[in-house]
């Protein structure tokens, strides 16, 4: 079945750690996406990749870095930067070029840093 | 200026009633406008899409929304819930900016009690 996938559901790591999350997709998809969800906020947009070798940033990218050295990966790093980096964290995927415009999304990895 | 607002952080009902969730987005974003549901600590899901076309969209699990042009809207609704349509529900129009990104609102949660 295609899809996307996050690893691990949660994830706990002390505060001065960088931890690595996990993004891949089957969907042969083109461009992805990391978003962060905050209680009452909403989803925003932490960095966004349309090809291979290219990201740029999205809204709140201070103390993220990403990298998409595969099609089919975009790792996200939370780094010791992020002053707050408790939150639900979601991958999503989706055609480039085509008029569609929907983003499929994983099923999430809930970071806790203690 | 908030591109989408949902005016309801939380709408309670009793299942088998009419629910109507409320969206209003700005006139600088895209007339490209979705609907996401999610459940309690998963990904999200795609209810509908208006790109264009009949403003009335129909959508999974007996949703509907409506694109209303003049009041800037795209309220869902549903003639009768279920206990299992609780989650939370979030409206994203389209921005275009060079790169089209999906704008949520801060979403409304849906409680249906029997």
């Known amino acids: 079945d295609g899809g996307i996938t996050q690893s691990p559901k949660y994830l706990f790591r002390k505060e001065g750690q960088n931890v690595t999350l996990s993004c891949e997709q089957n969907?042969?998809?083109?461009?992805m996406y990391w978003y962060r969800q905050d209680p009452g906020q909403g989803l925003r947009l932490i960095y966004y990749s349309q090809i291979v070798n290219d990201f740029q940033k999205g809204d709140i990218a201070e103390g993220y870095s990403v990298s998409r050295e595969k099609k089919e990966s975009f790792p996200l790093t939370v780094t010791s930067a992020q002053k707050n980096p408790t939150a639900f964290y979601l991958c999503?995927?989706?055609?480039?070029?085509?008029?569609?415009?929907?983003?499929?999304f994983g099923p999430g990895t809930r970071l806790t840093v203690t | 200026a908030q591109s989408v607002t949902q005016l309801d952080s939380q709408v309670p009902v009793f299942e088998e009633a009419p629910v109507e969730l409320r969206c209003n987005y700005s006139s600088s974003v895209s007339v490209y406008l979705f609907w996401y549901v999610q459940y309690p600590n998963q990904g999200l899901q795609l209810l509908l899409k208006y790109l264009s076309g009949s403003t009335l969209v129909k959508g999974i699990n007996g949703f509907e929304a409506e694109f209303n042009k003049s009041q800037t809207s795209f309220h869902l609704r549903k003639p009768s819930v279920h206990i299992s349509d609780t989650a939370e529900y979030f409206c994203?129009?389209?921005?275009?900016?060079?790169?089209?990104?999906?704008?949520f609102g801060t979403g409304t949660r849906l409680l249906v009690s029997p």
């Open positions: 994203a129009p389209l921005m275009n900016t060079g790169f089209q990104k999906l704008v």
């Open positions: 999503a995927s989706s055609i480039r070029g085509q008029e569609t415009y929907e983003q499929y």
């Open positions: 969907l042969n998809h083109d461009a």
